[in-house]
C-alpha cells in the first residue's frame, strides 16, 4: 500500500502547512518579563483618560441604581410596572439575563480548561470577573422582588417566625441555593486563580499600603512546586465541580419556569436550552467588554485574533444550538396536538401583542450569529463586536419572549394583559448597567486582566515537553542524509 | 526530547489482517438468527392469547435491535464530526476507528428497512398508523359513495336558499326603509348591511374538490366516537408518505456525512495532502447542523411516535447522548482489543486512554444531567399530555428496572467509577466501566422501546409479554453479528490509524 | 546576634529556562535531597516527576467535602420536610419518593461543600497564609513572580553544605547563585 510519496520533496506530514499549524497564543515571541510587564503595568500605570470618561457616568448610575431601590422600598412594589396576569416582569427577565451573562466566566475558565483549551488563558481572569460583577447584578433582582425587602432572611434555610420551614420543593428555593452556591464557588475559583498573580504584583508594587494588600491577598505565595502541585490539583477540582455547577446554575433557573404547567414555559428541552443560551450570551458579553480593553491597554499579542476567532465560533456554535431549541419549542407545539401549546406558540409568534420581540429574539440570536461561518467576518473586529452586542439585545429579548409573552395571554381570555414596564425599572435596569460597568472598571484598576501566570506557562518555550516536530525532523533527515 | 515520536515512522500505517474465522463466525450467526427471526416472524401471525401477534411482538424486538446499533454508528459520526469541528490533535490515532463505527449507519440502516416497508412490522410498533390508515379508509369509502357531491350539492342547496331569503328580506327591508324615520332607517339598512356580509360568508364557501375533501375527512377524523382529534392535527406530519420520504432522507444525510469524511480520510492516507485535511475540517463544521436535524428528527419518527400521543422537546438530545456515550465506550474496547492481539501498540498510549475516559466520564455525566431533566420536568409538571410514558415505565416490573438499570447502573456505577482520575490509564479497568456502560445502554434502549410493546399490543394492557424477550435477544444477536462481521470487513479496508494525517505527530505525543 | 545572621538559610539557584531547571531537579532529586524546592512563575508541566514526588492527595478532602455536603442535604431536607413538618405541597408526597424534588439542593450543598474543602485543604496542603518566609529577603528570589526558575536548597536539608553544594549547584548549570542568610 505504501505510496512513493517519501520520495518527493514534500513532506509526509506536513505539521505546520498552512491551517494545520497552530497558531501562537502568544504573539511576536514575547518573554515572561514582557507579560508581567504589560498585565502590571495596566494596573501600576496612570489610567488613561478613557477610563476615567466610563468611570464617572458608571459610578453615576450604579447611584442611580441605589436611588431607585431606595425608592422601591420606601414605596413599595409598586412603583414596578408587573401586576397580575405579568407577575414577573422585568425584575425576573432582567434576572436571568444577568445570570445568564454570568455563566460564560466560569464555563471559559472551567470547561475550557478541563478540555485542554489553552487560550482560554487570555481571556478567563477577565471573564471570571464579569461573572462575578453579573451575579451580584442578578441577585438584587429576586432580593428586591419578594417585596418586602427586610423579609429576605426567609429565603435562607432557617425556621420562619412562625418555625416553619422553607418548602425544599420548590424550584425558587432551589434558586436560592443554587444562585448563592454559583457566587460563593465562582469567588473562590477566581481568587484561587488569583493567587500567584497578586504574588506577582506584591513583588512589583511600590507604594507600602499596595503591598501590604496584595501580599495579604496572595497569602504569602512562594511559587515553590511543592506549592504549585497541590495547587494544580485544588484547580482541577474546583474546574471539575464548576463545570456541573455551571450547568445545573441555570438549569435551576429554567426549573423556575419549566416545572410549571404554563404553556411556553413547561418543556423539557428548557435545561439544555438555557445552558447554551447562557453561555452564548456570556461569551457575546465577554467579547463586547474584552475588545476595547484589548485596545486600550494594548493587549492585542495576548489576547489574539485567534482568541477572538475561537469566541466567535463558539457564538455560532451556542447561536445554532438556541436555535434547535426554539425550532423544538416550535415543532413540538404543533406536533404535540396540545391546544394550549399549540395557542401560545400561536400567540408567540403570529397574532400575540409580543410578536415583534420574538422576531427580534430570533433575528439577534439564530440568525445574526451565522456571518460568522465566514472567516471574514470573525476577523473583522468590528464585525465582531457589533454582532456580540446584537446578541446581548438579543438574549435580554429571549428571556423577554419567555416571560411576559407568557404571562400576559393566561388561559382564560378574561385573565389576559399587557406589561410594559414603569420608569422605575427602566432606571432600575440602566442602574445595574452602571454597577456593573463600575465594578469592571475598578477590576481592571486593581487587578491583573489576564491571568499572568497562566500565559507564561502557555508560551511555547516554557513548555519543557514542546513538541518541537519540525527540528526533530530536520534533524533526522538531515541524519539521513548524511548516511 | 527524548522518547518523541515522530510520524514518518508510521507513514504507512497498520492493516489489520486476519480475524478472518471470527469475521465468518459472527457472519454464520447473524445470518443464521436472522434466518431463525424471519421464519418465526414470517410464521407468526395468528392471534395469541391477550390479542398481540408474534410477528407484531418481534417487530419491537427488531426495533430494538436496529436503534440500539445504530445509536453506536450515529456516535461514531458524532464523534469524527467533533473531531474535526474542534480542530482537535489528540485523537488523530483513534479517529479512523470513530469513522469505521460510524460508518455501520449504512448496513444497520439497511437492516432496518424492514421496520419501515413490512406492513406486519410498521404497524404493530407505530399505532398511528393502522389507525390513520383506518379513518383514510372511511374517508376514502364517503368519498365513494359519493359524499364530495352530496356535500357540494348540500352547500348548493343551502347557498340558494340563503340567496332568496336574503332578496326576500331585502326586498322587505329596502320598502320598511322608504317608510321609516332617519333614525330607524339607519337600523334597518345596518340590518340589511349585516345579512349582506352573512350571505357572503355563505355564498363565498370554498366548494372546489380540494376543500370539500377536506371538509369530510375532518369530519371523519373529529369524530366523537371513532375520530382521532391528534392524527388529524398530526397529519402534516405523521403520515405515511411523509413518513418514509423522511426516512429516506435521514439515510441519504447520515450515510453521506460520515462516508464523505472517511473518504476524504482515507485518501489523505495515501499522499498525504493537507488539502484533505482542510477539506475534512471544513465540511464537518457545515455537516453538523444536517447530522443533528437528521438524528433528531429520526428518533422522533421512530422511537417518540411510538406512542403517538406523548412529546417530549429534549428526546433528540436524550438519545444524542446516550449514543455518544456508548459509542465512546466501544471506541475503548474496540481499540483496546486490536492493542491486545497486537496492533496500535505504538501508536496508542495511556493518554489517549485518559482522554478517552474522560470524554466517558463527562457524557456519562451529561447523559445522566439529560435523563434526569427529562424524568424531572415530566413527573413535576405531572400533566396528563406528557406522565404516560414514565408512567408506564414505571409501573410493575418496569419500575425496579428503571430504578437499577438506568438510574443505578447508567448512573451512579460508572459515575463512580470513572471518578477515579488515574484509573482511567489502566486498561483493565477503563475497559471494565466501557463494557458496564455499554451493557446497561442496551437496558436503556430496551427501556425506551419494550415497555410499549404490551400496552401497545395486547388488548388487555398487559405491561409485558411473557416470553417475547427471547425474540430480543434473537435480534440482537442477528443485528449484532451482522454488524460484527461488517465491522471487521471495514477494519481490513484501510489502515487503522489516519497514517498521513499532518496532525499525526501531535496526535503520537499528546501528553496531559 | 551576629552569629545567628551568619546561619546560612538556603542557597538560592537561577537557572536559564523551565527545561534546564527540570533537568536540575532531577540531579538534585538523584543527588537524595529532602528539603529543597523549585519556585517558578507558572506550574511546569511535568516537573514533580523530575522532583520525585507523587500524586497530590488534596483530591480526598475534597471528596469528604462532597460527602459532607450531600448528607447535609439530605438530612436537612429529610428532617424539615419529612420529620418535622411534612406538608402537601405540589401534590408532591411527604417521603422520600419526593427525593427527585430534593435533588438539586443535594447537588449544589454536595458542590459548595466540596469547594470549601478543596480550599481549606489545599492551605492546610501548602501551609499558607503566611505573612512573611525569610525567602523573601532576596531579590533573586522574587524574580520568581517575574522570570526567575529558582532551585532553592534549605540549609536544614541533612546533606546541605555550604561548599559541597554551591559546587553541586554550579555544576547542574545555575547561573546566579546566593546564599541566603536567616
Redesign the interface.
Known amino acids: 500500500m505504501a505510496s512513493d510519496a517519501s520520495t518527493t520533496d514534500q513532506p509526509i506530514h506536513p505539521s505546520e502547512a498552512e491551517g494545520v499549524a497552530r497558531e501562537p497564543l502568544v504573539l511576536n515571541n514575547r518573554s515572561m518579563a514582557w507579560v508581567t510587564d504589560r498585565i502590571c503595568g495596566i494596573v501600576e500605570n496612570r489610567q488613561p483618560l478613557i477610563w476615567w470618561v466610563l468611570f464617572i457616568p458608571s459610578v453615576l448610575l450604579a447611584g442611580l441604581l441605589g436611588g431607585t431601590l431606595v425608592y422601591l422600598v420606601s414605596t413599595g412594589v409598586g412603583v414596578w410596572g408587573n401586576n397580575q396576569p405579568v407577575a414577573w416582569g422585568w425584575a425576573i427577565v432582567n434576572f436571568v439575563f444577568w445570570i445568564g451573562i454570568g455563566h460564560a466566566g466560569t464555563l471559559i475558565s472551567a470547561i475550557l480548561f478541563l478540555t485542554r483549551q489553552k487560550w482560554r488563558t487570555s481571556v478567563n481572569r477577565a471573564s471570571e470577573a464579569m461573572t462575578l460583577f453579573a451575579v451580584v447584578c442578578a441577585g438584587i433582582y429576586p432580593g428586591f422582588h419578594v417585596g418586602r425587602f427586610w423579609m429576605v432572611w426567609f429565603l435562607a434555610p432557617i425556621p420562619n417566625a412562625n418555625a416553619i420551614w422553607q418548602n425544599f420543593k420548590s424550584p425558587l428555593l432551589w434558586d436560592v441555593f443554587a444562585v448563592s452556591t454559583y457566587f460563593t464557588v465562582s469567588v473562590l475559583f477566581w481568587y484561587v486563580g488569583l493567587i500567584p498573580d497578586l504574588a506577582t504584583l506584591r513583588d512589583r508594587a511600590k507604594a507600602k499600603l499596595a503591598k501590604v494588600l496584595y501580599g495579604l491577598f496572595a497569602l504569602g505565595w512562594r511559587g515553590g512546586n511543592r506549592q504549585w502541585r497541590h495547587y494544580e490539583m485544588a484547580y482541577l477540582i474546583l474546574a471539575g465541580i464548576s463545570t456541573p455547577l455551571v450547568l445545573s446554575v441555570h438549569s435551576v433557573v429554567s426549573f423556575d419556569f419549566a416545572t410549571s404547567i404554563v404553556p411556553g414555559w413547561h418543556t423539557t428541552i428548557f435545561p439544555p436550552y438555557f445552558v447554551a443560551g447562557a453561555v452564548f450570551g456570556g461569551f457575546a458579553m465577554v467579547l463586547t467588554l474584552m475588545l476595547p480593553v484589548r485596545k486600550l491597554y494594548g493587549l492585542e499579542d495576548m489576547i489574539t485574533h485567534k482568541h477572538v476567532d475561537n469566541m466567535a465560533k463558539i457564538i455560532l456554535l451556542t447561536g445554532t444550538i438556541v436555535g434547535y431549541a426554539y425550532i423544538m419549542e416550535l415543532f413540538i407545539s404543533y406536533y404535540s396536538a396540545s391546544k394550549y401549546e399549540g395557542d401560545a406558540f400561536h400567540l408567540r409568534i403570529l397574532s400575540g401583542p409580543y410578536t415583534w420581540a420574538y422576531y427580534c429574539m430570533f433575528f439577534c440570536n439564530v440568525i445574526s450569529p451565522q456571518v460568522f461561518w465566514f472567516k471574514k467576518a470573525r476577523l473583522n473586529l468590528w464585525v465582531v463586536f457589533i454582532v456580540a452586542n446584537i446578541v446581548n439585545c438579543g438574549m435580554w429579548f429571549e428571556r423577554f419572549v419567555i416571560i411576559p409573552t407568557t404571562l400576559a395571554r393566561d388561559f382564560l381570555p378574561g385573565q389576559w394583559g399587557y406589561y410594559s414596564p414603569s420608569i422605575t425599572e427602566k432606571l432600575m435596569f440602566l442602574g445595574t448597567f452602571g454597577l456593573f460597568m463600575m465594578l469592571f472598571l475598578l477590576f481592571i484598576r486593581f487587578l491583573p486582566v489576564i491571568a499572568i501566570a497562566e500565559v507564561k506557562g502557555v508560551l511555547p518555550e516554557n513548555d519543557p515537553h514542546h513538541p518541537d516536530w519540525v527540528k526533530l525532523k530536520e534533524k533526522r533527515r538531515a541524519a539521513a542524509a548524511a548516511e | 526530547?527524548a522518547g518523541?515520536k515522530?510520524?514518518?515512522d508510521f507513514?504507512?500505517?497498520e492493516?489489520f489482517k486476519g480475524g478472518g474465522l471470527l469475521k465468518f463466525l459472527l457472519l454464520g450467526g447473524g445470518v443464521l438468527f436472522a434466518i431463525i427471526f424471519i421464519v418465526l416472524a414470517a410464521t407468526g401471525g395468528a392471534e395469541q392469547e391477550g390479542g398481540y401477534s408474534r410477528s407484531g411482538a418481534m417487530a419491537y424486538s427488531w426495533l430494538f435491535a436496529i436503534v440500539f446499533f445504530l445509536t453506536l454508528s450515529i456516535g461514531g459520526i458524532f464523534w469524527t464530526l467533533l473531531h474535526h469541528a474542534s480542530n482537535s490533535?489528540?485523537g488523530i490515532v483513534v479517529r479512523r476507528m470513530m469513522e469505521n463505527i460510524g460508518t455501520m449507519v449504512l448496513f444497520v440502516l439497511i437492516l432496518g428497512i424492514p421496520l419501515v416497508t413490512v406492513p406486519t412490522f410498521k404497524e404493530a410498533l407505530w399505532e398511528w398508523i393502522p389507525l390513520k390508515a383506518a379513518l383514510d379508509e372511511k374517508v376514502d369509502a364517503r368519498y365513494e359513495e359519493g359524499a364530495v357531491a352530496k356535500l357540494k350539492g348540500e352547500y348548493e342547496a343551502g347557498q340558494k336558499t340563503a340567496q332568496s331569503e336574503f332578496d326576500a328580506f331585502k326586498a322587505q327591508n329596502l320598502a320598511d326603509q322608504a317608510k321609516a324615520r332617519p333614525g330607524a332607517k339607519m337600523a334597518l339598512s345596518d340590518q340589511l348591511a349585516k345579512q349582506e356580509a352573512d350571505l357572503a360568508k355563505v355564498t363565498e364557501h370554498d366548494l372546489s374538490e380540494g376543500a370539500l375533501k377536506e371538509e369530510i375527512a375532518k369530519e371523519v377524523y373529529l369524530d366523537h366516537h371513532d375520530g382521532n382529534?391528534?392524527l388529524w392535527?398530526?397529519r402534516?406530519?405523521l403520515n405515511e408518505g411523509a413518513w418514509t420520504f423522511r426516512f429516506v432522507l435521514y439515510f441519504i444525510a447520515l450515510v453521506g456525512i460520515i462516508y464523505a469524511l472517511r473518504f476524504w480520510s482515507v485518501k489523505n492516507d495515501?499522499?498525504?495532502?493537507?488539502k484533505w485535511?482542510?477539506l475534512q475540517?471544513k465540511w464537518a463544521?457545515g455537516f453538523l447542523?444536517f447530522f443533528?436535524t437528521a438524528w433528531?428528527f429520526l428518533v422522533?419518527d421512530w422511537l417518540m411516535a411510538l406512542d403517538y400521543t406523548w412529546?417530549?422537546?429534549?428526546?433528540?438530545?436524550y438519545l444524542f447522548a446516550g449514543s455518544a456515550l456508548n459509542s465512546m465506550a466501544l471506541l475503548i474496547l474496540v481499540i483496546t482489543v486490536l492493542m491486545k492481539v497486537g496492533y496500535l501498540k505504538k501508536v496508542v498510549t495511556p493518554e489517549h486512554y485518559l482522554l478517552m475516559g474522560?470524554l466517558l466520564f463527562?457524557f456519562t455525566?451529561f447523559w445522566g444531567?439529560?435523563a434526569?431533566?427529562?424524568?424531572?420536568?415530566?413527573?413535576?409538571?405531572?400533566?396528563t399530555?406528557e406522565t404516560r410514558f414514565y408512567l408506564q415505565r414505571n409501573a410493575e416490573f418496569w419500575n425496579m428496572y428503571t430504578i437499577l438499570a438506568l438510574v443505578v447502573g447508567h448512573f451512579f456505577i460508572p459515575f463512580l467509577m470513572l471518578l477515579i482520575?488515574?484509573a482511567k490509564k489502566n486498561l483493565t479497568y477503563i475497559c471494565t466501566a466501557s463494557a458496564w456502560i455499554l451493557c446497561m445502554h442496551v437496558l436503556d434502549i430496551y427501556w425506551i422501546i419494550i415497555p410499549e410493546r404490551g400496552p401497545s399490543l395486547t388488548d388487555g394492557g398487559m405491561m409485558t409479554i411473557p416470553g417475547a424477550i427471547w425474540y430480543d435477544v434473537i435480534a440482537f444477536l442477528a443485528v449484532g453479528g451482522i454488524f460484527g462481521f461488517f465491522f471487521l470487513w471495514r477494519l481490513g479496508t484501510a489502515?487503522l490509524f489516519p497514517c498521513?494525517?499532518?496532525?499525526?505527530?501531535?496526535s503520537l505525543?499528546v501528553?496531559? | 546576634m551576629s552569629e545567628n545572621r551568619t546561619t546560612p538559610f538556603a542557597y538560592i539557584a537561577e537557572f536559564g529556562s523551565a527545561p534546564e531547571l527540570y533537568h536540575a531537579a532531577e540531579h538534585v532529586r538523584d543527588a537524595g535531597f529532602k528539603r529543597w524546592d523549585v519556585h517558578t512563575p507558572y506550574p511546569v508541566h511535568g516537573i514533580d516527576k523530575a522532583m520525585g514526588l507523587g500524586k497530590s492527595w488534596l483530591s480526598t478532602c475534597s471528596l469528604i467535602g462532597g460527602v459532607t455536603g450531600f448528607l447535609t442535604a439530605l438530612s436537612l431536607e429529610f428532617f424539615t420536610q419529612v420529620m418535622l413538618y411534612p406538608t402537601v405541597v405540589q401534590n408532591k408526597p411527604t417521603n422520600l419518593s419526593t427525593i427527585p424534588a430534593f435533588f438539586p439542593v443535594m447537588f449544589e450543598l454536595t458542590i459548595l461543600f466540596t469547594a470549601f474543602a478543596t480550599l481549606i485543604g489545599l492551605c492546610a496542603f501548602i501551609m499558607l497564609p503566611r505573612w512573611n518566609h525569610p525567602l523573601f529577603n532576596s531579590a533573586l528570589f522574587n524574580k520568581f513572580s517575574d522570570d526567575g526558575f529558582i532551585l532553592v536548597i534549605e540549609s536544614r536539608d541533612p546533606k546541605f553544605r555550604k561548599e559541597r553544594t554551591r559546587e553541586f549547584l554550579e555544576e547542574i548549570g545555575a547561573g546566579e547563585i546566593e546564599l541566603l542568610e536567616a
Open positions: 526530547m518523541l515522530d510520524a514518518d507513514r504507512d500505517g492493516h490533535g489528540w382529534y391528534m392535527k398530526k402534516g406530519y495515501k499522499d498525504g495532502d493537507p485535511f482542510l475540517r463544521c447542523p443533528a433528531t422522533f412529546f417530549s422537546t429534549m428526546w433528540g438530545v474522560r463527562a455525566v444531567y439529560i434526569f431533566s427529562q424524568f424531572f420536568l415530566i413527573w413535576y409538571a405531572n400533566i399530555e482520575q488515574q489502515s498521513r494525517d499532518p496532525r499525526l505527530d501531535e505525543n501528553v496531559n
